[in-house]
């Protein structure tokens, strides 16, 4: 895609803590945006939610390797507690399993049948 309206790096972007965005201002007069989770997943691509104009961000990836989930995800994040939860549960019956194995020694017909 090479039809960016601008590449702007980072730094010169502002942080705006109630959206949880980078904001840029766009020649129509509202802002180009950008979340801390997209530029974790590597995306550059800042839109406009006004227009159809685009900028690419320059930035570091490595800078945003670390982040957890936007509140933008707590329906995904409950879904993982529920996993979390079925994965407890299938360790439980494994463990009931290994308590109710038993090991017996093979008889010496059998043994020498294999052999």
């Not at 409950?78 to 996993?83: A, G, P």
């Amino acid at each position: 895609m090479g039809a960016y309206y601008d590449e702007i790096e980072i730094e010169d972007m502002a942080w705006d803590e109630v959206k949880s965005v980078y904001h840029y201002p766009c020649p129509c007069g509202d802002r180009f945006e950008i979340s801390r989770k997209q530029l974790a997943n590597c995306e550059d691509i800042a839109t406009c939610p006004s227009c159809s104009l685009i900028i690419r961000v320059v930035y570091d990836p490595l800078d945003f390797e670390d982040e957890s989930p936007d509140d933008e995800g707590s329906a995904s994040q409950e879904s993982e507690e529920d996993e979390e939860e079925d994965d407890n549960s299938d360790d439980d019956q494994f463990e009931d399993a290994l308590e109710k194995l038993t090991l017996t020694e093979p008889s010496a017909a059998l043994v020498a049948a294999a052999a």
